[in-house]
């Protein structure tokens, strides 16, 4: 399933993912969101909204897409080493644990309980084995769980870094700085969101469903009404996880094209919604954001397309 945090937490998500190849299913066509942004003293860059994990491989490719990607001199994502999965779970390990933690049952309304022991059981899991596992991360990991045949080798990010022909790649937060934002959250907040994980489970459609085809179609009105439900309707954990990053975003994305840079911006299209998204907020500091890749249909390639080899030895 596809929850709200998933749209914009995917690449987390992925930390538990184990990395499988094979042959690759057929890709979807997919005709996502892409924004120009121009300052006053000639300053150019781009933002492209992602997604961390597909079903199916997605032909995200266009030639609005090319041209900005050969514009560059820099692609600009949130987590640079997305294929190294040892390093990033290691991280993971690193801040997930910690000793004298009471049973994971114990750190939720009891209200949900019969729910937890319910997803516990489906997803095979014990409780016993979260003895020592902070609730921030007891919370990603029953996500993950949930996620189905979401696969993260399917995630556009990825598939950007390896169109990036070589560009210099520069990372928004990395993977330390990304799950350092739960492992830093009060033991309240990190409840709230066992709760909502526990609480949503099984209540949003799936990858083919309403997400993940709004992504395909470049329709943000979706994507932007889903930023204010889960996860990120909890006024915390909104202003930790989604409003306080794209600020900061804003105003490392405003550096890197005022220094005369031309950067590349691929990050979650969460991140790209309403008026708290990047293209409004950088907006607000006086550029000039233009949607130059419309919502609609998505579109077929043509056999050979240019974003191919992105996906070649992905499978389930």
């Known amino acids: 399933m596809v929850t709200p945090a998933r749209l914009l937490l995917g690449t987390i998500l992925a930390f538990a993912a184990a990395l499988a190849a094979s042959c690759a299913p057929r890709p979807q066509p997919a005709n996502p969101a892409l924004w120009l942004v121009e300052g006053p003293r000639g300053q150019r860059g781009w933002l492209f909204g992602t997604i961390h994990a597909l079903e199916r491989p997605a032909l995200w490719r266009s030639p609005a897409i090319d041209a900005a990607l050969a514009g560059s001199d820099r692609v600009v994502v949130e987590i640079a080493n997305l294929a190294d999965g040892k390093a990033m779970s290691a991280i993971y390990a690193r801040l997930a644990h910690s000793p004298g933690l009471?049973?994971?049952?114990?750190?939720?309304?009891?209200?949900?309980?019969?729910?937890?022991?319910?997803?516990?059981?489906?997803?095979g899991l014990d409780e016993a084995g979260f003895a020592d596992v902070e609730t921030w991360a007891a919370a990603l990991t029953l996500a993950r769980a949930g996620e189905g045949s979401l696969d993260a080798a399917h995630g556009i990010d990825r598939a950007v870094l390896a169109a990036s022909a070589g560009k210099p790649v520069e990372e928004l937060e990395g993977a330390r700085g990304q799950l350092g934002l739960f492992d830093t959250l009060p033991e309240r907040e990190q409840g709230d969101f066992l709760a909502i994980v526990v609480r949503d489970d099984g209540r949003d459609g799936t990858a083919s469903g309403s997400l993940a085809e709004a992504w395909r179609r470049g329709d943000m009105a979706p994507i932007e009404r889903e930023?204010?439900?889960?996860?990120?309707?909890?006024?915390?954990?909104?202003?930790?996880?989604?409003?306080?990053?794209?600020?900061?975003?804003?105003?490392?994305?405003?550096?890197?094209?005022?220094?005369?840079?031309?950067?590349?911006?691929?990050?979650?299209?969460?991140?790209?919604?309403?008026?708290?998204?990047?293209?409004a907020l950088l907006a607000a500091r006086g550029f000039t954001v233009t949607r130059v890749?419309?919502?609609?249909?998505?579109?077929?390639?043509?056999?050979?397309?240019?974003?191919?080899?992105?996906?070649r030895g992905f499978c389930r």
Do not use: C, Y
Request: net charge positive; aromatic share 6%.
């Open 293 to 311: 890749q419309e919502p609609g249909r998505s579109r077929a390639r043509r056999p050979g397309w240019p974003g191919s080899l992105a996906f």
């Open 102 to 123: 009471p049973p994971l049952s114990q750190r939720i309304d009891p209200a949900l309980r019969p729910q937890l022991r319910a997803l516990l059981k489906r997803e």
């Open 227 to 279: 930023t204010h439900r889960g996860l990120l309707a909890d006024p915390e954990l909104r202003a930790a996880l989604f409003t306080a990053r794209n600020r900061a975003w804003t105003q490392r994305i405003a550096a890197l094209l005022d220094s005369g840079a031309r950067p590349f911006v691929a990050v979650g299209a969460a991140h790209m919604a309403g008026a708290q998204g990047l293209p």
